[in-house]
Structure formats: structure tokens, C-alpha cells
């Protein structure tokens, strides 16, 4: 299901929660919609089944690799799955990462559950998008850099406190 996930196009999970968020919608009495909330809500079920995925990924590996072992040994199933994970945690840093490159770039979604409020619902890549179509490309390109340097930021520190750990 979430490998299935994997290419969510991001306007249409934006849709759906407009839908249900919408004041005629199930959870319209939440009034989340056009809020900082929804626009989070949103960027979680976009990078949700990415890291579920990936992890699902890395985990299934070493399940069938170590988990045997470790239970016929006395673990039980929860202890085996916490000692997997803390094996994983490498390749579970890069399905956090991933999920954060998802969120970080998303403009689609955040456009309609967020509705793109100055001072209160805007993003760097709605602004992004909002003042290249204004022609202002240098104050675009200017906040793609900043963008750029998070990302790169919140990578590079990731991974140096992960190598940190192995020493």
C-alpha cells in the first residue's frame, strides 16, 4: 500500500484534505483549513508512506536475516524489533531525510489546504512561486538558495551526528 504511495501526486492528497477539512467536510468542524496545521497534516500524509516505505525496506532485510535468531534466543518481538531498528538507524536517518526533501519542496498541496497567506500560511516555496510569477526572479532565486542551504544544513548535521555515534 505504501510502496503504491510512493508517486502520491501532491495536489490531489491536497484535494482530498481540502475535502475534508472543507467546512462541508467530516473534519470541517477542526476549521484547520487555510492554517499552518493543515499545511503540516498535508506535508505528513506526502512524506508518510516514503518513510514508511523506505523503513518497511530496511527493516524486512534485517527481520529475516536477524529476527529469528534473536527470538530463539528469549528476545521478544518487540526487543528484536528495537534492536533492529537501532542497526537500521543509517538507513532509517536517509527515509527521515527523504521525507523531509518531500515536504521541504512541496508547493501543491500547501497552495490549497494552506491557501498561501502572508504573515500566516505561506512557505518559502510558495513564495517561490508567487513572486517568480511577479517576474521577481532574483528574490525566487534567492530563496531556492536558502532552501538549497537547509537542506544541505539539515542533511549534512544529520549524518555527522549519526558518524558521531559509530566512533
Not at 467536510?25 to 492554517?35: C, N, Q
Request: net charge positive; no cysteine; proline share 4%.
Amino acid at each position: 500500500m505504501f510502496n503504491a504511495l510512493l508517486g502520491l501526486p501532491p495536489v490531489v492528497a491536497g484535494l482530498a484534505l481540502y475535502l475534508l477539512l472543507s467546512r462541508s467536510g467530516p473534519l470541517g468542524s477542526l476549521g484547520m483549513l487555510f492554517t499552518p496545521g493543515a499545511m503540516v497534516l498535508a506535508q505528513t500524509v506526502l512524506a508518510l508512506p516514503i518513510v514508511t516505505a523506505l523503513v518497511h525496506s530496511a527493516s524486512m532485510d534485517l527481520w529475516a536475516e536477524y529476527g529469528p535468531a534473536l527470538q530463539v534466543d528469549g528476545a521478544t518481538r518487540l526487543r528484536v524489533v528495537m534492536h533492529l531498528l537501532a542497526i537500521a538507524r543509517r538507513r532509517l536517518l536517509t527515509a527521515v531525510l527523504a521525507g523531509f526533501g518531500r515536504t521541504i519542496s512541496e508547493v501543491g498541496a500547501i497552495l490549497i489546504v494552506g491557501g498561501n497567506i502572508a504573515g500566516y500560511a505561506r512557505t518559502m516555496t510558495t513564495t517561490i512561486v508567487l513572486e517568480t510569477s511577479k517576474g521577481n526572479l532574483s528574490v525566487s532565486l534567492g530563496l531556492g538558495f536558502v532552501l538549497i542551504g537547509i537542506s544541505i544544513a539539515v542533511s549534512a548535521t544529520i549524518f555527522a551526528l549519526g558518524a558521531g555515534e559509530e566512533r
